[in-house]
């Protein structure tokens, strides 16, 4: 089984940036699509960024322009550059696969947006 550990969250003022790191037990990032999810107080899981195998990457619109997804298969690790943070963006982040029978859910990491 793949374990999955987020990292980089933390308390961060409106208009700030952080950087989130996956890392992944094994080498998944070349094999599948891989996604970032968020979970806010009171809402369901939602799939904030993508990207595929090949590079190719997609947003949700409420970060398109603002977020980046990247990978580097050679570390195992995935990350997803969060900048102009907005207190709507307060979540806790996930990894996991974009498609197909998930992993098991890391324990993610918080990210507080607030002045």
């Known amino acids: 089984q793949v374990q999955l550990v987020e990292s980089g969250g933390g308390l961060v003022q409106p208009g700030g940036s952080l950087r989130l790191s996956c890392v992944a037990s094994?080498?998944?990032?070349?094999?599948?699509?891989m996604g970032w999810y968020r979970q806010a107080p009171g809402k369901q899981r939602e799939l904030v960024a993508s990207?595929?195998?090949?590079?190719?990457?997609d947003y949700a619109d409420s970060v398109k322009g603002r977020f980046t997804i990247s990978r580097d298969n050679a570390k195992n690790t995935m990350y997803l550059q969060m900048n102009s943070l907005k207190p709507e963006d307060t979540a806790v982040y996930y990894c996991?696969?974009?498609?197909?029978?998930?992993?098991?859910w890391g324990q993610g990491t918080l990210v507080t947006v607030s002045s």
């Open positions: 094994r080498n998944i990032f070349s094999t599948y699509s």
């Open positions: 990207i595929t195998t090949g590079g190719s990457t």
């Open positions: 996991n696969r974009r498609w197909g029978a998930l992993y098991a």
